[in-house]
C-alpha cells in the first residue's frame, strides 16, 4: 500500500519525469531538463509535499514520508550505476536526519562511506593482527577505601591511527556483527588475566565485561562463559557481566533468560549507564540483577541539593530498597566522592580513583596503594614492629 501511495504520490507531482519503482519503498526520479540544483530543490518538495497529504484509510487519516537524496549528472556521477550509487548514498544520509529530509550528494558522503568501509575491513583484520588489548579500570568500596574490582575496557591499537578508543569503533562492530568475535576476545582476555593474577600478593580480583547487546540476545553468552570459565579455571564469582537497558529492553524475557544463566553459574550481572536512555525504576524492580551502575552524567552534576544529585539519590536509594549493589561511575572530584558516601553508595569508579590502565600497570598501582595503606592506616600500628 506504502508503495502504491508513493508511487501516486510521486506521479501526481511530476509531469514530464520517469518514474521507477526499484523496490517496495524505493523509487528513483530521473528529471531530464533540470539546469540548477534549485530546480532540483523544488522538484523534491513538489514530491515531499504530494506524498506528505493525509491519506484517509477506514475512516483514519494517516501521513506518510519520504527521505529524498539528490544526485547531479554529470557532477556526481557520469554513469548509471554512478549516479544512481550516490544518490542512494545523499537519500540514507536525508533517512540519517530524521523524517522528511531531502540531501544532496556531498563528497563528503562518499569520504565518509569509505572510510566506514575502511574501518570495518581494519576492524576485520585487527583480532588475527592482535591490535586489541584490555585496560582495567579499578573501582572502589566506599566504606573500606580498598579497591573492590576493576572493569575491563576495550582498546584498539590501530597500526596508523593510534589508540582508537570503544566510542569509536564499537558502534560500527555492532552493526557488522564483529561484536560477536571482540565480544568473545574480550571475555577470554578477562579470563586469561584472571588466571595470571596472582591473589596471595595482590588481593583477590573481580573482573566486570561489558557486554553488547547482540551478545546478550543471540542466547550463547552464557554457554561462552562457562566454557571459558573451565578453561581457564577461573572462579565465577571473580566475574562481572555489565549490561545495558538497551540490551535488555529488546527481547526482555530472551535477555532475563541470559541473564539468569550466567547468574546461576556464579557470575554477576550489573546494569550499565542506569540514568540514560529507557530507565525507569519498574525495570529496575523487573530485572533479576546484581548491581546498578549509575551513569556518570548524573554523576557528575551531582552534589547536596542539585537536581543530578537528587536523581542519585533516588538511584541510591532505590538500589538498596531492592537490595542491589550501586556503583557511581565518572567520579572525579573529592567532593562527589564524599556527597556519594553520604548517599549510602557502595562503590565509586571514575578518575579520582584512577584512569583505566594495562594489568601490569594495575599491579603496580595496587602494590603502591598497598604500601601507603600499611604506611597510614592506624590498624597496622598494632602490628608488632620487631618482626
Ligand atoms: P562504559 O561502560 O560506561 O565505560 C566507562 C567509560 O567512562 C570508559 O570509557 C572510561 O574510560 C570512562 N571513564 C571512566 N572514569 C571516568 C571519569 O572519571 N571521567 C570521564 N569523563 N570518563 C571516565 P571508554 O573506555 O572509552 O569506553 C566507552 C564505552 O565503550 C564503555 O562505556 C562501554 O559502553 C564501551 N566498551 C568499552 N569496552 C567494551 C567492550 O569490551 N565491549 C563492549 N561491548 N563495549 C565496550
Ligand atoms: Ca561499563
Ligand atoms: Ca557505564
Given at each position: 500500500r506504502n508503495a502504491g501511495r508513493l508511487a501516486i504520490g510521486t506521479l501526481a507531482a511530476l509531469a514530464s519525469e520517469t518514474v521507477a519503482a526499484f523496490s517496495r519503498n524505493l523509487h528513483v526520479v530521473l528529471a531530464d531538463g533540470i539546469s540548477s540544483v534549485a530546480d532540483a530543490v523544488q522538484l523534491a518538495e513538489r514530491i515531499k509535499t504530494a506524498i506528505g497529504?493525509?491519506?484517509?484509510?477506514?475512516?483514519?487519516?494517516?501521513?506518510?514520508?519520504?527521505?529524498?537524496?539528490?544526485?547531479?549528472?554529470?557532477?556526481?556521477?557520469?554513469?548509471?550505476?554512478?549516479?544512481l550509487k550516490n544518490a542512494?548514498?545523499?537519500?540514507?544520509?536525508?533517512?540519517?536526519?530524521?523524517?522528511?529530509?531531502?540531501?544532496?550528494?556531498?563528497?563528503?558522503?562518499?569520504?565518509?562511506?569509505?572510510?566506514?568501509?575502511?574501518?570495518?575491513?581494519?576492524?576485520?583484520?585487527?583480532?588475527?593482527?592482535?591490535?586489541?588489548?584490555?585496560?582495567?579500570?579499578?573501582?572502589?568500596?566506599?566504606?573500606?577505601?580498598r579497591m573492590c574490582g576493576v572493569e575491563a575496557l576495550v582498546r584498539w591499537n590501530h597500526p596508523e591511527q593510534g589508540v582508537i578508543p570503544p566510542g569509536d569503533f564499537i558502534p560500527l562492530a555492532?552493526?557488522?556483527?564483529?561484536?560477536?568475535?571482540?565480544?568473545?576476545?574480550?571475555?577470554e582476555e578477562a579470563c586469561r588475566a584472571l588466571a595470571s593474577w596472582d591473589a596471595d600478593s595482590l588481593g583477590p580480583l573481580t573482573i566486570a565485561v561489558n557486554v553488547a547487546a547482540a551478545q546478550v540476545n543471540r542466547g550463547d553468552l552464557a554457554a561462552v562463559v562457562d566454557r571459558l570459565v573451565r578453561q581457564y579455571h577461573v572462579d565465577p564469582g571473580c566475574l562481572e557481566i555489565e549490561v545495558t537497558e538497551t540490551a535488555v529492553i529488546a527481547d526482555h524475557a530472551r535477555a532475563q533468560a541470559t541473564?539468569?544463566?550466567?547468574?546461576?553459574?556464579?557470575?554477576?550481572?550489573?546494569?550499565?549507564d542506569f540514568g540514560t536512555g529507557y530507565s525507569s525504576l519498574i525495570y529496575l524492580r523487573r530485572l533479576d540483577i546484581?548491581?546498578?551502575?549509575?551513569?556518570?552524567?548524573?554523576?557528575?552534576?551531582?552534589?547536596?541539593?542539585?537536581?543530578?544529585?537528587?536523581?542519585?539519590?533516588?538511584?541510591?536509594?532505590?538500589?538498596?530498597?531492592?537490595?542491589?549493589?550501586?556503583?557511581?561511575?565518572?567520579?572525579e572530584t573529592a567532593e562527589q566522592a564524599t556527597f556519594l558516601r553520604k548517599l549510602g553508595c557502595d562503590m565509586i569508579q571514575g578518575y579520582l580513583v584512577a584512569r583505566p590502565?594495562?594489568?601490569?600497570?594495575?599491579?603496580?598501582?595496587?602494590?603502591?596503594?598497598?604500601?601507603?595503606?600499611?604506611?597510614?592506616?592506624?590498624?597496622?600500628?598494632?602490628?608488632?614492629?620487631?618482626?
Open positions: 497529504a493525509p491519506l484517509a484509510l477506514n475512516g483514519r487519516s494517516f501521513t506518510t514520508g519520504v527521505s529524498i537524496g539528490i544526485a547531479r549528472f554529470p557532477e556526481d556521477g557520469r554513469d548509471t550505476s554512478t549516479l542512494d548514498m545523499a537519500m540514507y544520509a536525508a533517512k540519517a536526519g530524521g523524517r522528511n529530509i531531502m540531501r544532496l550528494f556531498t563528497s563528503d558522503m562518499a569520504h565518509a562511506v569509505e572510510r566506514r568501509l575502511d574501518m570495518e575491513l581494519a576492524l576485520r583484520h585487527a583480532l588475527e593482527r592482535n591490535e586489541f588489548t584490555l585496560v582495567y579500570q579499578p573501582k572502589l568500596a566506599l566504606a573500606t577505601g555492532e552493526e557488522t556483527g564483529f561484536i560477536e568475535p571482540l565480544g568473545k576476545w574480550v571475555l541473564l539468569n544463566r550466567l547468574r546461576s553459574l556464579g557470575i554477576a550481572v550489573a546494569l550499565d546484581d548491581t546498578v551502575k549509575i551513569d556518570r552524567s548524573f554523576v557528575q552534576q551531582a552534589c547536596e541539593g542539585s537536581r543530578d544529585g537528587e536523581i542519585v539519590q533516588m538511584i541510591v536509594q532505590a538500589a538498596r530498597t531492592l537490595k542491589l549493589m550501586v556503583v557511581a561511575e565518572g567520579v590502565m594495562p594489568l601490569e600497570q594495575l599491579k603496580v598501582w595496587l602494590l603502591d596503594r598497598q604500601r601507603s595503606e600499611r604506611r597510614h592506616s592506624p590498624r597496622l600500628t598494632l602490628v608488632p614492629v620487631d618482626r
